[in-house]
């Protein structure tokens, strides 16, 4: 499972949306925003801090971008301020892939707007910095 799989997965254990690792269903999906559902929540990477070779940690960027339903701003920035609410400050928990989850940072004091689509849906970007335990190959 890869790292955006099991923040997918754990947003939808939060009670904040569905995740159907297909990617044929629900309103979490992974990189692309799809043209439907209206309301939707997508996962990418950004650029994080650079990993030591030798600490089993990691501190990847994981952007929330949440969109909304046409003409709707406050319920799509009311649907990321509660995504922000449950992951900003989580941790030492494990992941539903069983990664262990040291902690989860938002990178801002709350969501970014980022604009409205061709479709009028208002979007926001929720960044998390988190810190992951991962003790895997060279690093064991």
């Given at each position: 499972m890869t790292i955006l799989e099991e923040v997918a997965a754990l947003l939808e254990e939060l009670g904040l949306g569905n995740y159907e690792s297909g990617g044929t269903g629900g309103d979490i999906f992974l990189l692309a925003m799809p043209a439907t559902p209206d309301a939707a929540l997508v996962l990418s990477r950004l650029p994080g801090a650079e990993s030591d070779?030798?600490?089993?940690?990691?501190?990847?960027?994981?952007?929330?971008?949440?969109?909304?339903?046409?003409?709707?701003?406050?319920?799509?920035?009311?649907?990321?301020?509660?995504?922000?609410?449950?992951?900003?400050?989580?941790?030492?928990?494990?992941?539903?892939?069983?990664?262990?989850?040291?902690?989860?940072?938002g990178t801002q004091a709350g969501p970014v707007y980022v604009?409205?689509?061709?479709?009028?849906?208002?979007?926001?970007?929720v960044a998390l910095r988190m810190e992951l335990h991962r003790p895997v190959g060279n690093r064991a």
């Open positions: 070779a030798r600490l089993p940690y990691d501190e990847p960027v994981v952007q929330i971008r949440v969109r909304g339903t046409p003409k709707n701003a406050v319920a799509a920035e009311a649907k990321a301020q509660a995504v922000y609410d449950a992951v900003h400050g989580l941790g030492n928990r494990r992941l539903p892939g069983n990664t262990w989850l040291v902690s989860s940072v604009g409205r689509d061709a479709g009028d849906r208002d979007e926001w970007s």
